[in-house]
């Protein structure tokens, strides 16, 4: 396994490549959470979310049982004293470690060892598993080599790094690699061409400051059983897209287990398949209701259930989710018009976002 340290002349400097300082950063700019393509995330409805959360619901406590990008968590941080995420993806855990912890890291440590990889030469890698599995498809033949090297490097040095460090650059590996990705925003496929451009150039992410924060992988039915909180907030996928395989690249890079490959779209095995994309949603949905110790539900909802995609149809409907949500007490529906994230060739007509908010009747 190749390794920096051994091979002084893998690092080539690249005159358009600038680490000037200022206030201890590079000059280029860091990732921020929103920074990423994911289908379904909040960003841009995470401000009309919390105008009606707060004059809706009251509490210390706010658990985002399906975190995903984990907008909303970091808005929650600036509210509640106690935040939980949870998500079954392995690349959203490290990204959550990264973003949320407290746990210790060196700004001017990660800065230098980014610096070094944006240094690499390609051209003296060898090829590695990622750039054999990826290289020419997802990402230029040249990229990948440098990310599967990034990658190799990353866990050579854990023992190295603090937790945090480990993690912070794993994400700013895969918030990189999200950026050039040759892909409308997932990975469920690659556009074909002749070749795909080497632009890889890795940034730093800007992590948060969030204080009593706990971090789950877990399913969420099985979480619910557990904890306990003041609001919890539920956006689960609903319809068939399973998050595992739309993101699949990511999942391989975190664990990097570098498992075989199938299919045209280089998947593993099927792993964390979700039952909120299935016929079951309706019945995992109200068991979670049921089972969640909570005082409020925040429930989000689009109603894609109209999609002439089959792919795209959610699996429970608005009534369904009503007459749930309502078993439990009082329950309030809020809409917006909004142009819902298509990464494909979907129409999505009249789109809109529900909110519901439920006050538990026993809470």
Same mark, same amino acid.
């Given at each position: ?7 002084? /002349? ?9 680490? &000037? ?50 907008? +909303? ?59 054999? =599995? ?22 050579? /040095? ?47 992410? &800007? ?17 619910? /059983? ?7 907030y539920i956006d689960p996928p609903y319809n068939s ?7 699949? +690249? ?7 287990? @570098? ?38 539900? +925040?429930? =989000? ?25 309502? @078993?439990?007490?009082?329950?309030? +529906?809020? &809409? ?28």
């Open positions: 396994m190749q390794k920096i340290k051994d091979i002084p /002349k893998i690092i080539k400097l690249r005159d358009n490549i600038s680490y &000037e300082r200022s206030n201890g950063l590079p000059k280029s700019d860091p990732f921020r959470l929103q920074n990423r393509r994911y289908i379904g995330g909040k960003h841009k409805l995470v401000e009309w979310i919390f105008s009606i959360l707060n004059k809706e619901c009251t509490g210390d406590s706010f658990t985002d049982i399906f975190a995903g990008t984990g907008i +909303v968590s970091a808005v929650a941080a600036k509210h509640f004293k106690n935040i939980t995420l949870n998500d079954f993806l392995h690349s959203n855990y490290a990204i959550y470690q990264a973003f949320f912890t407290n746990n210790e890291w060196n700004q001017n440590k990660i800065d230098n060892i980014i610096q070094k990889y944006n240094n690499i030469n390609s051209e003296v890698l060898e090829e590695n598993y990622f750039s054999k =599995s990826f290289g020419g498809k997802y990402f230029s033949k040249s990229s990948a080599k440098v990310i599967g090297f990034i990658r190799d490097d990353i866990e050579q /040095k854990r023992n190295n790094l603090t937790n945090r460090e480990y993690y912070i650059l794993l994400t700013s590996l895969l918030y990189t690699i999200d950026k050039i990705a040759n892909t409308v925003g997932h990975y469920d496929a690659y556009f074909k061409k002749k070749s795909v451009e080497d632009v890889f150039f890795m940034r730093s992410i &800007e992590p948060i400051e969030a204080n009593n924060v706990s971090i789950f992988q877990e399913d969420a039915n099985l979480l619910a /059983k557990r904890i306990k909180t003041d609001i919890v897209r399973q998050y595992s395989r739309f993101y699949h +690249v990511l999942e391989t890079l975190v664990k990097w287990d @570098k498992p075989v490959l199938y299919g045209v779209a280089l998947k593993p095995k099927p792993e964390n398949m979700s039952d909120y994309c299935r016929i079951s949603a309706k019945d995992r949905f109200a068991e979670l209701v049921r089972d969640m110790d909570t005082k409020y539900f +925040v429930v =989000s909802y689009n109603n894609t259930y109209t999609s002439k995609s089959n792919s795209s149809q959610n699996k429970i409907t608005l009534k369904e989710i009503k007459d749930i949500l309502n @078993k439990q007490g009082k329950t309030k +529906v809020f &809409e917006k018009d909004y142009r819902h994230f298509n990464a494909g060739n979907t129409n999505f007509n009249n789109h809109k976002e529900y909110l519901f908010v439920t006050k538990v009747n026993h809470a």
